[in-house]
């Protein structure tokens, strides 16, 4: 159980997209998209981990596990480091794929279906500590921050395409 | 107290200049991509030089650098790994010392489009330094994050000592800090200059 969780704590894609997720989920005004945003990334996050680690799947998915990764940074890095660039519904998309994308990653990392049990709490809590920093910065400086956060996310994900590509 | 800050980068330019220009031995993962932009001379004075361009700009380009600047870093540091050759980006990123040095003296107040541009530029060169330095073993991702986080923090040291303008006697400090990164600039090329000849 600790080791699913550490997977995702130690895996610098994992650990800044659930983060990213956070801060994207933070900047909403509405506190309802907010919790439906975490809400939406914890269950596809779920739901894909238990497909992964329950399904036969090998290494099918092994060469584009860095792009898939990659294209979540990138979206919900740019998402928060330019608010305008996000309605409801895309940021809602973003936060379902992000989910989607690393749970099932984290699944197929798992060796068995109770790694849930490590993998999804681990994944909620970056997400909301990524939401706490964003309730933290209230300030107009600390607006600012948030989307340099967002920046860098999306800078990682371009680098993570290149290493990939390597 | 602006004499003592240029001694002060100087001397930090005499010890850094020559031990970056071709460096890439910083270790790997994390820390190593973190003191990537920190142990090169050339690398710290330009980024210093774009957070204290920033605070000399103010809104919006002082948050907008910030922004638009890792994104910029990161798309040359990916033409960096596909192995794009930029010959002498070592220079242009000394160069780019020198440049932003001599903005930040002359306290230049070009339009916002043209500030962003040549921080664009520079910025794309030094991802690129960056992009070619990332070990492939271990983890390159990590080595990533971590010059990324370090050209941010070091955005937010120049931002900072920005916040000297806010006196007369501050905003003369910033531009003597101008002075001396486009010197280290400067030194950084030499020692470029000497080391291809």
Same mark, same amino acid.
């Given at each position: ?146 989307? *340099? ?18 | ?91 242009? *990123? ?84 101008? *002075? ?18």
């Amino acid at each position: 159980m600790l080791a699913p969780a550490l997977h995702i704590l130690t895996e610098p894609d994992h650990l800044v997209a659930c983060f990213a997720i956070g801060l994207l989920a933070g900047q909403r005004a509405a506190r309802r998209e907010t919790l439906s945003l975490l809400a939406a990334f914890v269950g596809a996050f779920l739901v894909a981990f238990c497909v992964a680690a329950v399904g036969q799947f090998g290494d099918a998915f092994e060469s584009l596990d860095a792009f898939a990764a990659a294209a979540t940074l990138i979206a919900a890095g740019l998402l928060v480091a330019v608010p305008r660039l996000s309605p409801a519904p895309l940021a809602m998309a973003v936060a379902l794929a992000t989910g989607v994308v690393h749970g099932f990653a984290n699944g197929l990392a798992a060796a068995t279906l109770l790694a849930v049990a490590g993998a999804v709490p681990a994944a909620a809590l970056i997400a909301i500590a990524g939401y706490g920093l964003t309730a933290l910065l209230k300030a107009p400086w600390g607006l600012i921050a948030v989307r *340099v956060l967002g920046s860098w996310t999306a800078a990682m994900g371009l680098i993570l395409v290149g290493i990939a590509l390597r | 107290m602006r004499r003592t800050l240029l001694l002060a980068l100087l001397l930090a330019a005499a010890s850094g200049a020559s031990a970056h220009v071709g460096h890439g031995s910083g270790g790997s993962g994390f820390p190593g991509g973190f003191l990537h932009p920190i142990t090169g001379i050339d690398h710290l004075a330009a980024m210093v030089a774009v957070g204290l361009w920033g605070a000399q700009l103010r809104a919006p380009a002082l948050w907008l650098l910030p922004v638009a600047f890792p994104m910029i870093m990161a798309l040359g540091a990916f033409l960096g790994l596909l192995g794009m050759p930029l010959p002498a980006v070592e220079a242009g *990123v000394a160069l780019s010392g020198v440049v932003l040095g001599a903005c930040v003296a002359l306290a230049l107040r070009p339009p916002l489009w043209l500030a962003l541009g040549i921080v664009a530029v520079f910025g794309f060169l030094h991802g690129h330094a960056h992009g070619t330095a990332i070990p492939l073993e271990g983890s390159p991702l990590s080595f990533g994050a971590g010059f990324v986080a370090a050209t941010g923090l070091l955005h937010l040291a120049g931002i900072l000592i920005g916040l000297l303008l806010r006196w007369p006697r501050g905003a003369l400090v910033v531009r003597g800090g101008g *002075v001396a990164i486009a010197l280290a600039g400067a030194w950084a090329f030499a020692a470029w200059l000497m080391d291809t000849i």
